[in-house]
């Protein structure tokens, strides 16, 4: 089964207490307090992999748990920190905490805190006073982040690849990825959805081949429309129809009013559409086909391919690539992509504080970067904007909170105007 949902209980480690402890020296009956901090427990990171594909694993291991930290000992040693906890998750990955969104896995290799370690209590080293020489008491370490996780996975493919059931998607995706899909001569082959990844020239494309749509599908006919979830986030669709369908036309037709059933904005994704299966057909049928197709699809690009005798695979490929790339340069100009996913959310219980989040406006002056968030907004507010070292400071602290990656990610250079609050200023300080 294709798990494309799951629950888990996600618990950071517990801070190590502090100690409670006094020097012992020879001839000292007693040494000042010398316990020390406890070690911060272990987070709890997911990181995107595009070597995992499904969900299914969380289905037998659905806690995840940080290290707690060690307790502090004496002679001021601090307490070991609880190992941080690396979860593997697939490309495409949402997590939901209580039905809101913290964190979107889009990319290999991205890594989000999902839950924070508790920190270290403090020994009783700290606690020396002049009117308390000899203090017994540590603070005990602070619980881990701890709660339900819901995941969602959303394949991030380049192209989708829909059809009726034995139109040949999985076998396309076999001859021309390193995916090892089953193929064979009946309906619903594939019962979930299939990833590779083709070379193209000096390029790649991810490919997604789900299961195979009927009429009705989006009212639960077959395997239903369910696996389109994966449709959604592919820039392309590939739309495989057989070169011996008694109506070619008919059949697309269908397909495409269970995509625009499914979603208004499937039926408006660029689109590719290949006639398969055509290796022993004479050229006249396969125009014949073409022309049938044609009366429907307009001007869609529109390819005879093989898979077995490898015929036009070649073509549709870099057909597709073109159409990826244009939409992903779109989606970089476009503003509107910058609300979702663009929020970086750090977990703990000053969560509120730490989150923040990217705008872009249009002002008077042009562009403007806007970042809200409480934490970077204290800042700001005690930022000195007329000292060049004030400013910087708070430079760096966009920094270390991640806004500005995802500042750059969303489109801004170093000229680029960045308000915070009611401040202005260039994300990275310029020459007069
Ligand atoms: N002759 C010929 N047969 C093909 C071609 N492509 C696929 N087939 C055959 O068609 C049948 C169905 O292929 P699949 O790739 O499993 O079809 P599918 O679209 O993935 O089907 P579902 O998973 O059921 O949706 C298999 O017997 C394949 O061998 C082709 O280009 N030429
Ligand atoms: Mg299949």
Do not use: C
């Amino acid at each position: 089964m294709f798990v494309d949902t799951a629950k888990v209980f996600v618990q950071a480690g517990r801070g190590g207490d502090g100690a409670v402890s006094f020097r012992h020296e020879i001839y000292i009956d007693m040494g000042g307090p010398d316990g020390g901090d406890g070690g911060k427990g272990g987070d709890v990171v997911f990181v995107a992999s595009e070597n995992v594909n499904t969900l299914l694993d969380f289905r037998y291991k659905p806690e995840l748990k940080g290290e707690p930290g060690s307790a502090g000992t004496k002679r001021d040693r601090h307490g070991k920190m609880g190992a941080t906890k690396y979860v593997k998750v697939p490309m495409g990955t949402i997590v939901r905490r209580d039905g809101e969104i913290i964190a979107d896995l889009t990319e290999d290799g991205q890594e989000v805190v999902v839950a924070k370690g508790g920190d270290g209590g403090f020994g009783n080293a700290h606690f020396k006073s002049s009117v308390r020489q000899a203090p017994r008491i540590a603070e005990k370490g602070e619980l881990g982040d701890t709660f339900e996780a819901e995941l969602e996975l959303k394949l991030l493919a380049d192209v989708g690849l829909v059809g009726f059931p034995n139109a040949g998607k999985s076998t396309f995706l076999s001859v021309v990825t390193n995916a090892q899909p089953e193929i064979a001569d009946y309906a619903f082959t594939t019962l979930s959805p299939n990833l590779g990844v083709a070379d193209v020239d000096d390029g790649s494309l991810l490919i997604a081949d789900i299961p195979g749509l009927i009429e009705g599908a989006s009212e639960g006919k077959g395997l239903g429309d369910a696996f389109l979830r994966h449709v959604e986030r592919t820039a392309v669709i590939l739309h495989l129809i057989d070169a011996y369908d008694n109506d070619v036309a008919k059949s697309y037709t269908i397909i495409r009013k269970e995509l625009e059933a499914y979603s208004t904005s499937l039926i408006t994704r660029p689109e590719v559409v290949a006639l398969t299966k055509t290796e022993g057909l004479d050229d006249d049928i396969i125009q014949m086909q073409m022309d049938l197709l044609k009366t429907v699809a307009g001007d869609t690009p529109m390819f005879a391919i093989s898979s077995p005798a490898h015929t036009g695979l070649k073509e549709v490929l870099r057909e597709l690539r073109r159409k990826v790339e244009a939409v992903r340069i779109a989606e970089k100009e476009e503003n509107k992509d910058i609300d979702e996913g663009m929020a970086v959310i750090t977990l703990n219980k000053d969560q509120e504080m730490l989150a923040w989040k990217i705008k872009k406006r249009q002002s008077g002056e042009g562009l403007v970067y806007e970042v809200r968030g409480h934490k970077i907004e204290k800042f700001a507010r005690r930022t000195d904007f007329e000292s060049h070292e004030g400013l910087n400071r708070l430079r760096d602290i966009m920094k270390k909170m991640g806004i500005t990656h995802a500042l750059n990610r969303a489109g801004a250079d170093g000229a680029s105007i960045i308000r915070i609050g009611l401040d202005e200023f260039p994300l990275v300080e310029q020459a007069d």
